[in-house]
């Protein structure tokens, strides 16, 4: 069974299950803003293909409990599937602790700053 976060998701997001791992991606800037400002928690970790636009994806990590870098790894591929690179080859995607994104105000929908990112390279894939 998948460990859920005690938090409704929000209305446009797509779920993915990684070896009982949460992991939700927005559909839309306006989702992407909600998912990564509103729903994201500290510890959770957070991705976004490098370059380009494409969907916010969030980890849930449980508290106190690391997820394998090969769940982290599957979270980056799916950031890099819902992107506009979807078709290419290895993609690189930046990654980071939710707590390390962060939105000016006035900015437009789906824009963020990222602090201490971890460059992944990965392949776009959905778990499966």
Not at 65 to 82: D, N
Not at 110 to 120: A, L, Y
Request: net charge positive; hydrophobic share 40%.
């Amino acid at each position: 069974m998948v460990w859920r976060p005690d938090i409704e998701p929000p209305p446009a997001v797509w779920e993915y299950e990684v070896d009982g791992w949460l992991v939700w991606a927005g559909r839309q800037a306006t989702d992407n803003d909600y998912l990564s400002i509103k729903v994201a928690r500290n510890d959770d970790w957070w991705f976004h293909v490098s370059g380009t636009s494409g969907s916010h994806v969030v980890l849930f990590v449980r508290e106190g409990v690391e997820p394998p870098a090969a769940v982290v790894k599957a979270a980056a591929a799916i950031a890099a599937y819902h992107s506009r690179l979807r078709g290419g080859g290895t993609v690189a995607v930046s990654g980071t602790r939710a707590r390390f994104v962060t939105k000016a105000r006035g900015e437009k929908p789906g824009t963020v700053h990222i602090r201490k990112e971890k460059v992944f390279k990965v392949k776009p894939a959905l778990p499966g």
